[in-house]
């Protein structure tokens, strides 16, 4: 189905050019002389784009912005002035619009400015499906992925999250390991009951075994009252032991001695207690090396090591990052109540292009900063810190090579399609109403990708 696009304009000659150069790409168009006009023909004529005047009789264009905007929420809305100045773009963007264009124009400034909007429309109905598929399965901790590579990982977790076997999640400092310990949590049988984390590096080794297996009252200097410990606090739930190669050789004896009797003893006590809990383990290091190195026991290594979960970092799954960039901005513009609604092209392949050694965690902080650096509605490359904007010759060359913003959508849009077939078991029309695209738009593009049923 072609868009359809309501121009609302008093200069019947501009409307009429107008309307011709969008017909002549495809788009279907209605016409309105002014803003009453424009609000009496908004129900029958449903637009995808609003291209609004300015200054216009009666209800001026800046007037009608909020109007439209409630009236059809989903449609985008772009302003047209003559009289133009930073000052009125910003209010216009406050107002709703999503973009403006100065007169006089070229046609191709306009069909420009529409075809960015219908990308950003793509984007955001792409990133709404992939919540509502992630949502539906973890509830409040969103992982926004698109790339093979981890919707590979997400279909892991989820077959194992059915089991109360161990999962060891291994990868780079950064990599959204104990999200993904949440998520295993939250699709499990235990989900109704605690999930509790602890960071095993973040601990002194003089209080871990107190931390993970409680004290009785005076069982050290200090102990004025008794301790249950993380396993018992965890009982009947998860325990996620974050940098489990951080752990002291002795607490690894005991902890091996909890997995496998499923019983721990608090420090001081006689007796041994039960429990009844599912242990997911992570860590930065390579724990078959710690092995060989005699750092950490081998015994313990395939205790933990039952379902193993390797997160890739984030240089190796670059598709994902216009769908991270959309979530942390979405984030953020309601954290911080900035009214940023997007990112320049050239700052986001900046951004696709860089090595993110501190992985998700870094391009959320690099995201936040800009954020709060931001003096308009769109983040460029000013916001953006100097690591990132000037990248070193290996880097530059991955910007200029095969990476492209274009390619890191493609690969983004064929995996949402392929993840919309398989929900709707192969139905078509279905997952076109998932994606929010038209049945001839979908059969288009599975033939362009080449997908299989």
């Not at 015994?299 to 979530?327: A, C, G, K, M, T």
Request: charged share 30%.
């Amino acid at each position: 189905m072609p868009q359809r696009i309501l121009i609302v304009d008093d200069d019947e000659a501009l409307r009429e050019s107008l309307a011709l150069v969008l017909g002549a790409e495809g788009y279907e168009t209605s016409l309105a002389r002014d803003g009453a006009d424009a609000l009496a023909r908004i129900e029958d004529t449903m637009p995808d784009i609003v291209l609004c005047d300015l200054r216009m009789p009666g209800i001026d264009g800046l007037a009608l912005l909020p109007e439209l905007a409630r009236r059809r929420p989903d449609a985008t809305l772009i302003l047209m002035s003559a009289y133009g100045t930073e000052e009125l773009a910003l209010e216009a963007m406050r107002r709703g619009a999503y973009d403006y264009l100065a007169k006089p124009f070229q046609p191709a400034e306009v069909l420009l400015a529409i075809r960015k909007a219908q990308e950003r429309e793509r984007m955001r109905r792409k990133s709404e499906l992939l919540a509502r598929d992630v949502d539906r399965v973890i509830g409040e901790r969103p992982i926004v992925a698109a790339s093979p590579s981890m919707i590979e990982v997400l279909e892991l977790i989820e077959r194992a999250a059915e089991y109360k076997a161990t999962v060891l999640l291994t990868g780079e400092s950064g990599t959204g390991k104990e999200v993904l310990a949440r998520a295993i949590h939250a699709q499990s049988p235990r989900r109704s009951e605690s999930f509790v984390a602890v960071n095993c590096g973040a601990i002194p080794e003089t209080l871990l075994e107190s931390e993970l297996f409680g004290h009785a009252k005076g069982a050290f200097t200090g102990a004025d009252r008794a301790r249950r410990g993380l396993f018992l606090e965890a009982d009947g739930g998860t325990l996620f032991l974050d940098e489990v190669g951080e752990l002291p050789f002795p607490l690894q004896v005991k902890l091996l001695r909890v997995l496998q009797e499923e019983e721990v003893r608090p420090l001081g006590e006689s007796k041994s207690r039960q429990v009844n809990v599912r242990v997911i383990a992570a860590t930065a290091r390579q724990l078959e090396s710690e092995v060989a190195g005699g750092r950490f026991r081998e015994d313990l290594f395939y205790r933990l090591n039952v379902l193993r979960v390797e997160v890739p970092p984030l240089r190796e799954r670059r598709e994902d990052i216009p769908l991270l960039v959309d979530h942390f901005l979405a984030l953020f513009r309601d954290a911080l109540a900035k009214p940023v609604r997007g990112i320049h092209d050239d700052a986001l392949q900046r951004l696709c292009a860089y090595r993110w050694p501190g992985n998700v965690r870094e391009l959320e902080n690099v995201i936040e900063r800009a954020m709060i650096l931001a003096r308009g509605d769109q983040l460029s490359l000013r916001e953006l810190p100097a690591n990132v904007v000037h990248l070193e010759a290996g880097e530059a060359d991955v910007a200029a090579g095969d990476l492209s913003l274009r390619k890191a959508r493609r690969a983004a849009e064929s995996e949402m399609i392929r993840r919309a077939l398989r929900e709707t078991g192969g139905n078509r029309t279905h997952a076109a109403k998932l994606l929010g695209i038209s049945h001839r738009a979908l059969l288009y593009k599975v033939k362009e990708y080449e997908l299989r049923e």
